[in-house]
């Protein structure tokens, strides 16, 4: 795979989660979050099992060889992730959790660099810079008071170990993983999630009510599983496999620029500090994987 397709399936990785936001939204208005969730990712998993036993060879024994690194991932990167962050966002604010959330690049580009001795270069660092700095004017509409007055609540906690639950596993992921495709990764490791998902749901399905809702619900639901989850995943492993953690998790400061750009496409206004913000998150993006060339700076350390 060439890295400008890899590249592009990162991009639209964080367009498919980028609209989860807004699906999601309405979701939870008819379901609990863990219902929800569990729902979603139990509709994306037969639908990747059903392309895996499709598509790949040596199943069994990709999954014999790396059997406890999917089920770190699994519970990690799909249960722990999503888990927490739909249950943070109940105690918290969209704003500061997606604060919290643009953190992710450099956590991830941090625990890279400790746990594989990843270095990280000048050029990874502008990107960031700029993409940070973007996805700050994109969700406080510019606003300083915004910022000066976040509180660090319970929800603020709960989003935060969301997010390093992602950072780590885009970096186990990349470590631990042996002579595995992204879809045999992704499709064990999202039923793992799954099946913890189920359980700790269940006792919310008795109050959820999941048959009486709009055939909306069915639809967005839909999304979310199929794109939001199966390729979403899928094309991000691939992403991890060719360009390695540190330089794929920059493209997830997209996510928030695609949500306030789906939003606009619904009817919603949007400030021009927004779109501002948007161009330079998308800037970062392409400095941080070296499309844009910056003079004076090296693609990597050492080179």
């Known amino acids: 795979m060439s890295k400008i397709l890899a590249i592009v399936l990162v991009i639209l990785s964080t367009l498919f989660w980028g609209g989860n936001f807004n699906a999601g939204k309405y979701i939870v208005e008819y379901w609990p979050p863990f219902v929800a969730a569990s729902l979603r990712f139990t509709l994306a998993s037969i639908v990747i099992l059903l392309i895996l036993v499709w598509t790949e060879k040596n199943i069994v024994e990709t999954i014999k060889r790396n059997w406890k690194a999917f089920i770190a991932l699994g519970l990690i990167g799909v249960a722990g992730f999503n888990g927490l962050f739909f249950l943070g966002l109940k105690y918290t604010t969209a704003v500061n959790g997606a604060l919290i959330m643009a953190t992710n690049p450099l956590v991830t ?17 502008l990107g960031l810079a700029f993409s940070f ?42 470590r631990y993983i042996k002579n595995s495709t992204p879809m045999i990764t992704t499709a064990i490791t999202m039923c793992v999630g799954t099946l913890v998902l189920l359980l700790f ?34 094309f991000w492993n691939h992403g991890i496999e060719r360009l390695g953690a540190s330089e794929t998790s920059v493209f997830f400061n997209l996510v ?36 844009i060339k910056v003079p004076g700076l090296r693609a990597k350390p050492g080179s």
Request: hydrophobic share 60%; glycine share 6%.
């Open 201 to 234: 749901s269940a006792p919310s399905f008795t109050e959820a009510n999941v048959f009486n809702h709009s055939w909306q619900v069915n639809v967005l639901l839909f999304y979310m599983a199929i794109f939001g989850s199966v390729f979403a995943y899928l």
């Open 109 to 125: 580009m941090l625990m890279a660099a400790l746990l594989l001795g990843q270095a990280i270069s000048a050029r990874q660092w």
């Open 133 to 174: 700095f973007g996805v700050l004017l994109v969700i406080t509409h510019g606003s300083v008071d915004t910022l000066i007055h976040l509180k660090i609540a319970s929800g603020d906690w709960i989003i935060f170990a969301a997010n390093l639950c992602w950072a780590l596993y885009s970096v186990l992921n990349r």
């Open 256 to 291: 928030p620029v695609f949500t306030v750009a789906i939003s606009l496409l619904l009817g919603q206004s949007i400030a021009l500090l927004q779109l501002v913000g948007g161009l330079l998150v998308i800037t970062g993006v392409l400095i941080s994987s070296n499309v």
